[in-house]
């Protein structure tokens, strides 16, 4: 430990331990590089120390022009912050906007998300590639509008898996701003959403 070449890394965090200052800094470009090619993933138990410090290497990597492939809130989603437009992490911790995203992933098990909560994350996700939903229920209908640029064109793609990553995949299609079964690519209809919801209480409303 008394080697000026020892270094102790936390690739999950993108930090790397400084035995001269004993604290956690920014690991170099390509230990970042790296964490961004395998993702960032922000977990509802890490304490707001630890959330942080991720936010700090997501901040270096945007700043860098490091393109970060997955964002994911694995239960660690509170709600998006409209005044400042930043999500807000379970653990307190503000997410801003961060540039070259690929993926936003929103796991939140059991949750019913709102009309104007979904559409707060799209608005939120206008720079990232997909936009995903897991294990949650949303509304059977969002109201697209011009302002949605990313969706209009296409940049953005808005998937929903309500029964998890291995279930049934629904597509937002931005024309009607319903859902599509990517399987079928059926428009899914009134009576099948509401007969999702009914399966979706008894799940997880015992």
Known sequence: MKSRNFQVSWLDAGHCFDLNLRTWKIADLDSIRESCGLGVVFYKQCSSHMHKLQMHFLTVASQKNISIRLISLRESFRAVDNTTGSIILES???LPRVSYIGRLCIHAKGWELT?????????????CSELGFFWCFLPKCLPISRSQDPLISGKLTVKWFPDGPDGQCYALDPASGR??????????????????FTQFRRKYKK
Do not use: A, F, P, R
């Open 92 to 94: 307190g911790v503000l």
């Open 179 to 196: 859902w599509v079964n990517t399987s079928s690519k059926m428009g899914v209809t009134d009576g099948e959403h509401e007969e999702m």
């Open 115 to 127: 009309e104007g909560g979904v559409m707060d994350l799209v608005q939120y996700s206008s720079q």
